[in-house]
Nanobody, 116 residues
């Protein structure tokens, strides 16, 4: 089973940037489509972006043109570059496979706060 450790969150002003990282453990990371999810207070967890094993990417409409997902299979790490951040991007960000495997565990996530 793959496990995840997210990092890189923090407090940023509107219009700012952050780069999130997710280190995965497990020998079969490279065969999974990987994704970033986020959960804001009082809301359901939602899919933000995903990247296939071949590098094809897909984004939620609200982040298109601002966020970029990438992966490094050798390092078993997936990244999320977030630019032009908005207050509505504030959430706890998680990574996992896409779709999430039955019985999969979630990491602690990394908090992103966007505020002036």
């Amino acid at each position: 089973q793959v496990q995840f450790v997210e990092s890189g969150g923090g407090l940023v002003q509107p219009g700012g940037s952050l780069r999130l990282s997710c280190a995965a453990s497990g020998s079969i990371f490279r065969v999974y489509t990987m994704a970033w999810y986020r959960q804001a207070p009082g809301k359901q967890r939602e899919l933000v972006a995903f990247i296939s094993t071949g590098g094809n990417t897909n984004y939620q409409d609200s982040v298109k043109g601002r966020f970029t997902i990438s992966r490094d299979n050798a390092k078993m790490t997936v990244y999320l570059q977030m630019n032009m951040l908005k207050p509505e991007d504030a959430a706890v960000y998680y990574c996992n496979t896409a779709p999430v495997k039955v019985g999969s565990s979630w990491g602690q996530g990394t908090q992103v706060t966007v505020s002036s």
